[in-house]
């Protein structure tokens, strides 16, 4: 049984659904602390002049979970994504299957950015056709920090393996730790496959936000996700 644990983040890039589709069971950290300037409330999608960050205001408070994080609704942010959305991709191929769903998610009122992540993301597995389990580490009750707490998540989840991207396998991981609690460690070897995207003369844009991808390729975006490594 293979795991992969990451943060809650907004309509996430592709080698967090890549990696997500490689596991037997993902884990959406969402009561880990926020950070501000980071990606759990925005992402990029591509317009006419390439790379639109996409960023969701939120109400920053020191120690404030994912979960417990406000978002600041009062300006107009939904509206303003709604449109990037629209004209990016009005004339991509897949656009009118997708944007109905998309359009009623931004229409919803929205108090805390973890319910909203969790919106999203769920709308986005649906449409990719993602079969791999999602579980909340909210829902799990394990304690502990960095190495120890995912090795704990592995457990609670019935996980052997745990699957990590490259950054983190670089930088803090301690694969001793993880061989002690007898689970083994998977290193995520992905790089962007190259799919057809709309606005050519911007050049071709890797590890967008999924809606780069499913309004492009549609049925055919798991198969692109999964070519990638």
Not at 15 to 21: L, N
Not at 55 to 83: L, N, Q, S
Not at 116 to 134: D, K, P, Q
Request: contains cysteine; hydrophobic residues 45%; glycine residues 10%.
């Amino acid at each position: 049984m293979k795991a992969a644990i990451h943060q809650s983040h907004y309509l996430p890039w592709l080698s967090y659904w890549h990696k997500a589709a490689s596991a037997d069971v993902f884990v959406v950290l969402d009561d880990v602390q926020y950070t501000k300037n980071d990606w759990q409330n925005r992402n990029k999608i591509k317009g006419p002049g390439g790379p639109l960050l996409l960023t969701v205001p939120v109400f920053h408070r020191i120690g404030r979970t994912i979960a417990e994080t406000e978002i600041d609704a009062a300006r107009g942010w939904a509206r303003k994504h709604r449109e990037a959305v629209r004209l990016s991709y009005a004339k991509a191929p897949f656009f009118e299957r997708y944007f109905p769903a998309l359009d009623g998610l931004y229409a919803r009122e929205w108090r805390r950015l973890g319910e909203m992540n969790e919106a999203f993301f769920s709308w986005a597995a649906g449409a990719l056709g993602l079969r791999t389990r999602v579980v909340k580490s909210s829902d799990l009750g394990v304690g502990g920090v960095a190495n120890e707490r995912l090795i704990a998540i592995c457990g609670a989840v019935g996980a052997d393996v745990y699957l990590s991207g490259r950054r983190a396998a670089e930088t803090y991981l301690k694969p001793e730790a993880f061989a002690a609690a007898g689970v083994g460690l998977e290193i995520q070897r992905w790089s962007c496959p190259v799919y057809p995207q709309g606005h050519p003369a911007a050049g071709f844009v890797p590890d967008l936000s999924i809606v780069d991808l499913l309004m492009n390729a549609g049925d055919r975006s798991l198969d692109v996700l999964k070519g990638g490594g």
